[in-house]
């Protein structure tokens, strides 16, 4: 199906259901490990496979990182809930049906502050509901030719499903969500959020009407998106499908649709089915879950500080901008490390800026993440103290770090051994800025002359002659007192 350009009379109002893999070692219903990358069917048992007489038993550890998102959200955690069966058939799904929770789940009404991430002004979305249920399995159709075949590893692996109020109003808006919510799992550690590794899962509920209208349009669903851009540009697309649809006098049919990152472009996969479909009762095997009052105190006062209010602390705390306090909680191990050079530096405005430039640009050249970073945050704060006293410059800083995040050592030892100390010898340093003045005649000339931004140029050639170690605010002064002389 192709996107055409849609009418400015039409609204596109889309609600998300994301799933997240919680972080447990095993399943939620059997004591198989949960592990990423093992051998096909290896992590399986007779009751994530569903043979006779196999009984599930809920995993405690499962529920409490329900609990945590859902209160991590604002949500209201019920006391007690219920698990029911959803009646389906796939080749993925042993038992025929899917234990989940329908209208009995473990929590309601929450809310997301995306913030002024999407642009424009700040906005909340509405969260209807979180629920506990179980992974499916996986059909993989790329291994062997004209064969599907079936991994149920992930079968049985725990999932709460995020359901969030239809508020989205644009595909930026969408993003925005997503990646809030990605932020609050990880700092909760409730889940690593990779959706590479299917952790991690969107589907958007999509649907539009007339601009000003109250009623909801027929919805469509889409599923098979991969990354935070492709919900961004996969929801641009089929929103501008319904209202080229509609323009033509065309019904939108309720359906699920497939998002082909490739092509650009989304396809029908099924009709679109309703709970009555589903054919939900309570599943015999499991009883309510039943929580006490005092283990959902516990875990609302063990909750981190989330990263909305991290953000505002930063700001006062440190005099960082929104901008700055957003790229420095991306990560709850990024917030952390930033905060701990801060803290040993006593400054976190330098601490900031170089987390944001050099340490996120090795990171990403590297291809490795916080966790992985060689650089403890006393060291950097170590070399930012060296930059601030003079001992060395800002570029033979950059050099000096670059060793270090090969393990070479304390900054000011490798400042020493490969002769990176700044030159504050006014013997030394008139003799580099007589050498530059003599070998740039034109530049000295049309600087006495009053072309000021000349400075730069010719500071900057002393700095490249002495090998980045003159002192430039000595060298500013040195060319000062030869134009005045």
């Known amino acids: 199906m192709s996107a055409t350009r849609p009418a400015p009379d039409y609204e596109l109002v889309v609600g998300l259901e994301v799933h997240v893999q919680l972080r447990t070692r095993t399943k939620i219903f059997c004591p198989c490990p949960t592990d990423f990358g093992a051998p096909p069917n290896a992590n399986t048992c007779p009751v994530c496979l569903a043979l006779p007489g196999a009984l599930p038993v809920l995993n405690a550890h499962a529920v409490q990182l329900a609990v945590r998102t859902a ?117 909760t550690g409730v889940s690593d959020a990779n959706m590479e590794e299917g952790s991690l ?86 009883p309510p879950l039943i929580l006490d009052a005092a283990f959902i105190a516990h875990e609302r006062a063990s909750l981190p500080e989330l990263p909305a209010a991290r953000r505002t602390r930063m700001q006062a705390q440190y005099a960082v901008s929104p901008y700055e306090a957003g790229v420095l909680t991306a990560s709850r191990a990024l917030a952390d490390y930033f905060e701990a050079v801060a803290a040993a530096l006593g400054d976190g405005k330098p601490a900031a800026n170089w987390i944001m430039g050099e340490v996120l640009a090795h990171l990403n050249n590297a291809g490795t993440t916080m966790a992985e970073f060689a650089v403890p945050p006393a060291d950097l704060a170590s070399l930012l103290a060296l930059v601030r006293d003079g001992t060395v410059s800002n570029s033979a800083a950059k050099r000096i770090f670059a060793r270090m995040t090969q393990g070479e050592g304390a900054p000011a030892a490798i400042a020493e051994r490969e002769g990176l100390t700044q030159v504050r010898d006014d013997g030394a340093l008139v003799a580099w800025v007589d050498e530059v003045w003599a070998a740039h005649p034109d530049e000295a000339t049309r600087l006495a002359a009053g072309e000021k931004k000349l400075l730069g140029v010719l500071v900057g050639a002393v700095m490249k002659r002495s090998g980045g170690r003159a002192d430039p605010r000595r060298v500013n002064q040195l060319l000062a007192a030869k134009l005045s002389g």
């Open 71 to 187: 209160l991590a959200l604002e949500c209201t955690v019920h006391r007690t809930s219920v698990f029911a069966r959803k009646n389906y058939f796939y080749p993925d799904l042993p038992k025929g049906y899917q234990i989940s929770q329908f209208d009995q789940p473990i929590a309601t009404a929450g809310r997301l502050d995306i913030g002024e991430a999407a642009g424009g002004a700040p906005r909340v979305i509405g969260i209807t509901r979180a629920h506990m249920e179980e992974d499916a399995g996986k059909s993989v159709h790329d291994r062997f030719p004209s064969v599907t075949a079936i991994d149920l590893n992930r079968a049985g692996t725990p999932l709460v499903e995020i359901v969030s109020e239809p508020d989205i109003r644009t595909p930026a808006e969408a993003r925005a969500y997503c990646g809030r919510l990605k932020e609050i799992l990880e700092y």
């Open 201 to 286: 899962r969107v589907d958007a509920n999509v649907s539009v009407r007339l601009r000003g209208a109250t009623a909801l349009g027929t919805k469509t669903e889409i599923k098979n998106m991969n990354s935070f851009s492709g919900v961004e540009r996969a929801i641009a697309v089929e929103f501008e499908r319904q209202c080229a649809r509609l323009e033509a006098g065309e019904a939108i049919v309720q359906q699920t649709l497939l998002w082909d990152a490739t092509r650009q472009e989304v396809r029908p996969a099924r009709s679109k089915e309703g709970s009555h479909d589903y054919r939900y009762f309570p599943d015999p095997d499991l």
